[in-house]
Every structure is written in structure tokens, then in C-alpha cells.
T-cell receptor
């Protein structure tokens, strides 16, 4: 599916680096999500933005900082990460109609390695 | 919070075989989705199925919401079916939808 794109696809960074992950959706959706997928763990929801406003933050450490400048773009700014933050970071979007019929569509993910 | 359990955790099939994957959830949900994650990490929507039965080619899914389970059927499996299959339930709260994922079933189809 090419409706949701993520860059970069792979990222290796040191613990003192600052980097950003980018997500862009081309589906006209108004809600965007960041998920973290660690080895041998279920996908974990990190952040939810609806109409560019953050509506959920699942106790994520402050070294992860999201930004949603408009309904098509979502960023995840990273700084002073730890090796245990190495994971696949997935972005998703959906049409938040304010009812129960929402379907989320996922990007290909960014595989992050923290050295 | 709601619990989502998938079984089996791992499954090995010979090409051409059929299989059934199960998803149990601990509370009522508004909706349920099945995803396939390919070896490159891409999550592909398979079904959006709050109740009833849907079919798409060799795949079909059935959700019995009153009994809190869903089944994914794969018939005549192919090597390209390999990957991880996730069930995710959808609880509508606070004005937006929040997917809660199971741990997945890892499927390997051998030629």
C-alpha cells in the first residue's frame, strides 16, 4: 500500500544523536498514529493525532517528541535514545469520522537501531 | 484493559495446505481488523470485520462478537502467505479509535 509513506526506511543512530522520522499520508485522512514494534512484543500505540491535535500519549518517554504540522504529515523527533528503543516504528492514518467505522492504514515502517 | 490473544503463536505449513488462525478478545469491541505483516515489516489490511463473514480470494474471516472471537482461514496456502498475522480490536473512546493488537501468529509456508 502506498497511501502512507515513511522515511527513512532504516536508521542507525548513536545515543547522543538527534534525528526525526517522517510520515506522510495521501489518503485524505484526519487522524495519524505512531506505533512501536519491538522484537517479540505486540505493537504498542505511542501517539494519536486527530485533526492535528494530540489526543493520546501512552506514557511515552520524553526523548520521543511527536509533531503534526498538518493532517497529512506526522513527525517523530528522537533525541538521546537508548539501545532498548531500537524497534520498528510504524505510522498509520485513518479517517476519524467520530464513529466506530474507522480503519487504520499503515506505512512500511522505519527500522531504527540505536547503538 | 482489553486483552487480545492469538493462537497458535507459530505455524508451519506445506504449500497447498489449509489453516485456521484464532483471535480471542476479553471484552466487547466496536470492530476488529486482521493484518498481514510481510517480511519487510509492511502491515497490510486483510479484513475489517466487526461481525459476520467476509471472503477475499483464498482468505476468509469470521467474527462472532457475542462470543468474543474471530477466525482467519487461509486455504491452499502459498509461500507468499508467510509472515505474521495480527488481529487488532478497536475500542472507540474519547472520539477516536484505538487499535489493540494481539501478539500475532507467525506463519511459514514451505514449498
Amino acid at each position: 500500500e502506498t497511501g502512507v509513506t515513511q522515511t527513512p526506511r532504516h536508521l542507525v543512530m548513536g545515543m547522543t544523536n538527534k534525528k526525526s522520522l517522517k510520515c506522510e499520508q495521501h489518503l485524505g485522512h484526519n487522524a495519524m498514529y505512531w506505533y512501536k514494534q519491538s522484537a517479540k512484543k505486540p505493537l504498542e500505540l505511542m501517539f494519536v493525532y486527530s485533526l492535528e491535535e494530540r489526543v493520546e500519549n501512552n506514557s511515552v518517554p520524553s526523548r520521543f517528541s511527536p509533531e503534526c504540522p498538518n493532517s497529512s504529515h506526522l513527525f517523530l523527533h528522537l533525541h538521546t535514545l537508548q539501545p532498548e528503543d531500537s524497534a520498528l516504528y510504524l505510522c498509520a492514518s485513518s479517517q476519524d469520522r467520530g464513529d466506530t467505522t474507522d480503519t487504520q492504514y499503515f506505512g512500511p515502517g522505519t527500522r531504527l537501531t540505536v547503538l | 484493559g482489553i486483552q487480545v490473544e492469538q493462537s497458535p503463536p507459530d505455524l508451519i505449513l506445506q504449500e497447498g495446505a489449509n489453516s485456521t488462525l484464532r483471535c480471542n478478545f476479553s471484552d466487547s469491541v466496536n470492530n476488529l481488523q486482521w493484518f498481514h505483516q510481510n517480511p519487510w515489516g509492511q502491515l497490510i489490511n486483510l479484513f475489517y470485520i466487526p461481525s459476520g463473514t467476509k471472503q477475499n480470494g483464498r482468505l476468509s474471516a469470521t467474527t462472532v462478537a457475542t462470543e468474543r472471537y474471530s477466525l482467519l482461514y487461509i486455504s491452499s496456502s502459498q509461500t507468499t502467505d508467510s509472515g505474521v498475522y495480527f488481529c487488532a480490536v478497536d475500542r472507540f473512546s474519547g472520539g477516536y479509535n484505538k487499535l489493540i493488537f494481539g501478539a500475532g501468529t507467525r506463519l511459514a509456508v514451505h514449498p
